[in-house]
Nanobody, 126 residues
Framework: QVQLVESGGGLVQAGGSLRLSCAASGPTFSSYAMGWFRQAPGKEREFVAAISWSWSGGNTYYADSVKGRFTISRDNAKNTVYLQMNSLKPEDTAVYYC?????????????????WGQGTQVTVSA
């Protein structure tokens, strides 16, 4: 069982930056692929970014809408995955969810990972 707890959300002006953190429980964090999803009001949850298991080099993947602005990273010593968000836009406003699965494909492209965090709100004002 993996438990995920997000933090770092908040209110920021357009063009600003935020860093989200996701702390994971369990001793096998390094064997999980990790990802971030988001859900805006009235919209379906969508994939944002993912990072593979550490032994495979931590390959990263991004949605086209955030490529070049967001960076996903992981610190296995701290059982934590991060999402650095720069050049934020009002359309980035959403609840952001951390996700984990042993199978990267369950995160992307399938989008149904085994474990989810509770979400953290990000609001970008114009």
């Amino acid at each position: 069982q993996v438990q995920l707890v997000e933090s770092g959300g908040g209110l920021v002006q357009a063009g600003g930056s935020l860093r989200l953190s996701c702390a994971a429980s369990g001793p096998t964090f390094s064997s999980y692929a990790m990802g971030w999803f988001r859900q805006a009001p009235g919209k379906e949850r969508e994939f944002v970014a993912a990072i593979s298991w550490s032994w495979s080099g931590g390959n990263t993947y991004y949605a086209d809408s955030v490529k070049g602005r967001f960076t996903i990273s992981r610190d296995n010593a701290k059982n934590t995955v991060y999402l650095q968000m720069n050049s934020l836009k009002p359309e980035d406003t959403a609840v952001y969810y951390c996700a984990a699965d042993r199978n990267m494909r369950a995160i992307a492209p399938i989008g149904i990972p085994d474990y989810w965090g509770q979400g953290t709100q990000v609001t970008v004002s114009a």
